[in-house]
């Protein structure tokens, strides 16, 4: 079982840019970061495959940039040109979700 430590998020106003890293207690074959909005359910925003590729979603394309740092067991998730619909929960865990989810870390972006 591997447990995930989110951290980074915060209060921005839009177009400002956020850092979120997402600390693992061991080693995932692929990794992603997924957000919840009030009242709205989870949803994958960006994924590190198994083979390496990313993928994003529609709505962060351009904006957000997944890496990682497989020696640390470490993700990021690099947010700039932040949108107030990018406010959320926002989580890590693997492509599928294969863990237990963690406490996330609270992205607001408001003016």
């Known amino acids: 079982q591997v447990q995930f430590v989110e951290s980074g998020g915060g209060l921005v106003q839009p177009g400002g840019s956020l850092r979120l890293s997402c600390a693992a207690s061991?080693?995932?074959?692929?990794m992603g970061w997924y957000r919840q909005a009030p009242g709205k359910q989870r949803e994958s925003v960006a994924v590190?495959?198994?083979?390496?590729?990313?993928n994003y979603a529609d709505s962060v394309k351009g904006r957000f940039t997944i890496s990682r740092d497989k020696s640390k067991n470490t993700g990021y998730l690099q947010m700039n040109s932040l949108k107030p619909e990018d406010t959320g929960v926002y989580y890590c865990?693997?492509?599928?979700?294969?863990?237990?989810w963690g406490q996330g870390t609270q992205v607001i972006v408001s003016s």
């Open positions: 865990n693997t492509e599928n979700g294969r863990f237990a």
């Open positions: 061991g080693f995932t074959f692929s």
């Open positions: 590190i495959t198994r083979g390496g590729s990313t």
